[in-house]
């Protein structure tokens, strides 16, 4: 097998939520530029009908809004993408929420908001999923699950976000139970653990005016900086493709080393 089929998802078809911007819309530009078939959804659906405009110019890109924080949203998104396949190649969880606030002030209400997105948002999506994933699973290339979670959830962040990295360490264990659970399904579960890349969370990074809180955080990473919109979808389409065909469990961590360092 050539390496062009070997990490071909050609003709696949692929499910990201919060796909409308960030890591997200890194995702899936990667995977409609590489062929497949992608539903994208979020809460807001002038953003999601945009941006599955945008990725239409380049390829097969549709526009299914949905509020994942509840069960009820999951059950819309895949009952809406069932009544157009029969089977789903590709989910990635990407929704989530973050909220940051000092320890004295953290409110109650942003423990639940983060948690129900980023935590049972994934269990609740995955779960509704399962028919068309288990039809999309094929000997030696199973059905994919993507879970994106968060160097946070690995080390300690930089700043104040409590529910962030603690709904996150959730989520890359949430993807070990799960993987061990679809394993016998056809189904493999893995995680990518973002380090720092552009996006609506990681905004006040970049926006802080004299570059201080940039350079403070770029200080912190071996590679010396974020990362780009190809750093995430080489990632996602390695894991969406028979190249990773056996490897299911694992969390990876894709930011520029900083999960090397204390």
């Known amino acids: 097998m050539g390496a062009n089929e070997l990490f071909s998802i050609e ?5 990201v939520t919060g796909g409308s911007r960030g890591i997200g819309l890194m995702i ?4 409609v530029e590489s ?42 998104l895949a009952d809406q993408v069932s009544e157009r396949e029969t ?21 109650d209400a942003a423990f639940d908001k983060v948690m129900n997105t980023n935590v049972k948002g994934v269990f609740h999506v995955t779960r509704h999923f399962l028919p068309l994933l288990r039809k999309a699973a094929r000997d030696h290339d199973p059905a994919r699950v993507i879970n994106i979670g968060s160097i946070e959830g690995l080390r300690p962040p930089f700043w104040e976000n409590y529910a962030y990295p603690a709904s996150k360490a959730a989520v890359h264990m949430l993807t070990r139970h799960l993987a061990h659970r679809l394993v016998g399904d056809g189904i493999s579960v893995n995680a990518i653990a973002p380090g720092l890349f552009p996006s609506k969370m990681t905004q006040f990074v970049f926006d802080s005016g004299s570059g ?9 990473i071996p590679m010396g900086r974020a990362g780009e919109p190809e750093d995430m979808a080489g ?18 961590p894709v930011d520029g080393g900083i999960s090397t360092t204390q």
Not at 94 to 105: I, Q, S, T, V
Not at 235 to 252: D, E, P, Q
């Open 11 to 15: 003709g696949k078809v692929a499910v």
């Open 28 to 31: 899936a530009r990667g995977f």
């Open 35 to 76: 062929g497949a078939r992608v539903y994208i959804s979020s809460r807001k659906a002038d953003a999601c009908d945009a941006s599955a405009k945008e990725l239409s110019a380049i390829g097969e890109c549709i526009s299914v809004p949905a509020d994942l924080s509840n069960e009820d949203g999951a059950k819309h």
């Open 87 to 107: 089977e789903l190649h590709i989910l990635v969880n990407n929704a989530g929420a973050a909220w940051g606030a000092p320890l004295e002030e953290y409110p």
């Open 212 to 220: 201080e809180a940039e350079h403070a955080v770029l200080d912190h």
């Open 235 to 252: 990632i996602a389409i390695f894991l969406a493709s028979k190249a990773s065909a056996y490897l299911t469990g694992a969390v990876i």
